[in-house]
């Protein structure tokens, strides 16, 4: 059996616009599918547009949202220093994964929706029938990701993603670029989302998997998990045919 590799995009930028806050990775949203993916000893790549230095977003270091897990993570070294020093889509876009997972964070809204590495390895990574996540503001990264038919990826598709008013919940709609759950909309998307703001909520589609907001960062690393085990089973299923 092969091993199972997973890579986590995240994102460079450490300011909104605006010059009036810091921004970057809402650490929760990566550290829950990393430890998720450890577990079962998965290989996991940790890359962003530019490589290098990964910013953390302030604000989800702040006690009430800095969970057990994440604050397991934040205080030890080695992870720390894998946030350091993150590989850039260039060196992994030819590269074969399973799991290819958007992590969210503000700051995603300005380096993901028009990079242009990152829309081939999503479009890649989507028609080769393996599994494409992205949780929060990450689901911004699926935006302008066209299919080799010339369709946007997300038309017609069921997602979710961190709505509007979350956003005021946030105290961001000032600050943010654009409004995500309308953009997602507008590209034809079948959008939903949890009948209370600031909960959890993910949804599939196939082989897309996406999630709200933070706090759907737990179940969202169980679904992963889940349809990676599903997609193992079945290509298990198929090799032993073929034999």
């Not at 911004?140 to 997602?159: A, C, H, P, R």
Request: net charge positive.
């Amino acid at each position: 059996m092969s091993l199972i590799k997973i890579l986590i995009i995240v994102t460079n930028i450490n300011m909104y616009a605006s010059g009036n806050y810091p921004t970057g990775l809402w650490l929760s949203e990566l550290t829950h599918i990393y430890q998720a993916a450890k577990d079962k000893g998965y290989d996991v790549t940790i890359a962003s547009p530019n490589g290098g230095n990964i910013p953390v977003d302030p604000e989800s270091l702040k006690f009430f949202t800095l969970d057990k897990v994440s604050k397991k993570y934040w205080n030890d070294n080695s992870f720390r220093e894998l946030l350091n020093n993150s590989k850039s889509l260039k060196e992994v876009e030819n590269d074969n994964y399973d799991v290819v997972y958007l992590a969210g964070g503000h700051g995603t809204m300005y380096d993901f929706p028009d990079d242009k590495t990152l829309q081939k390895i999503i479009a890649e990574q989507y028609e080769s029938g393996k599994l494409v996540a992205a949780i929060c503001h990450g689901a911004g990264g699926l935006l302008n990701v066209k299919l080799s038919d010339g369709n946007y990826l997300i038309k017609g598709k069921k997602l979710t993603g961190y709505n509007w008013f979350e956003e005021g919940l946030a105290g961001r709609k000032k600050e943010v670029p654009f409004n995500l759950e309308a953009s997602l909309k507008n590209r034809g998307s079948d959008y939903r989302k949890a009948f209370i703001p600031m909960t959890s909520k993910v949804v599939v589609d196939g082989n897309m998997i996406t999630g709200q907001n933070p706090f759907s960062s737990k179940k969202m690393a169980k679904v992963v998990i889940h349809e990676l085990d599903k997609q193992t089973a079945q290509s298990k299923i198929i090799n032993n045919n073929q034999h």
